[in-house]
């Protein structure tokens, strides 16, 4: 994201469906991951070097989280585990708050990043951040990145939700409905690089590893 940016749409959607599946497996094993950002997605290309293969690295702070709750949640209440620019609303409260539905906050903030080069509620301060969830609505991702289709801004819109009920509740919903939009973001990122070319993938001939 720092050398490449913009990155292609369709690999950057591809890469969140891939993580979104991920948290799936992590939450059916009743693991939450409480810190998804885009430094903690490690991306390396599958053997034609043209698709991504995503991973999520340090689930350390699930297992911190987990751990000090269970033996002190009465002392836990209120403390902040997470990123600033990525944390859902109710764990910023407090990480007893926290569900799986705070990890598709996150990669809601994540998938909006990798689209738009910016993060949903930017801010000077922590405070002004973590505020911003609850007084201001980011905007579109389309109207943000022309190859951005407009039915990815629908998904991203109920990711940020400030309401946890408000958004999809288990990831494999995002996953499937990237999946189900990816001939439509397809064609459109390729309609729109033909009017205004310039490069939209990443280095995928690079054999080197590389994070999001």
């Not at 990480?95 to 910016?118: V, Y």
């Not at 990815?152 to 309401?163: P, S």
């Amino acid at each position: 994201m720092r050398t490449q940016s913009p990155l292609s749409v369709i690999w950057s959607c591809e890469v969140v469906r891939q993580v979104a599946l991920g948290l799936q497996h992590a939450h059916e094993q009743g693991l939450l991951h409480r810190d998804i950002k885009p430094p903690n997605i490690f991306v390396s290309p599958n053997p034609d070097f043209v698709n991504p293969h995503a991973r999520i690295l340090d689930f350390g702070l699930a297992h911190i989280a987990a751990e000090s709750l269970s033996l002190n949640p009465v002392t836990q209440t209120g403390a902040v585990l997470g990123t600033p620019d990525y944390i859902s609303p109710e764990q910023a409260m407090s990480a007893t708050f926290a569900d799986i539905r705070s990890d598709i906050f996150s990669l809601g903030c994540t998938m909006f990043q990798m689209l738009t080069d910016g993060v949903p509620f930017p801010g000077d301060n922590v405070m002004s951040k973590l505020m911003g969830r609850i007084t201001t609505t980011p905007p579109s991702v389309s109207a943000l990145r022309a190859e951005a289709h407009s039915d990815l801004d629908e998904l991203v819109a109920k990711m940020l939700r400030t309401n946890p009920n408000d958004r999809p509740q288990t990831p494999v919903e995002i996953a499937d409905e990237l999946e189900s939009l990816a001939l439509k973001i397809r064609r459109h990122e390729a309609r729109i690089t033909k009017l205004s070319p310039r490069k939209l993938l990443p280095q995928s001939q690079s054999r080197l590893r590389r994070s999001t």
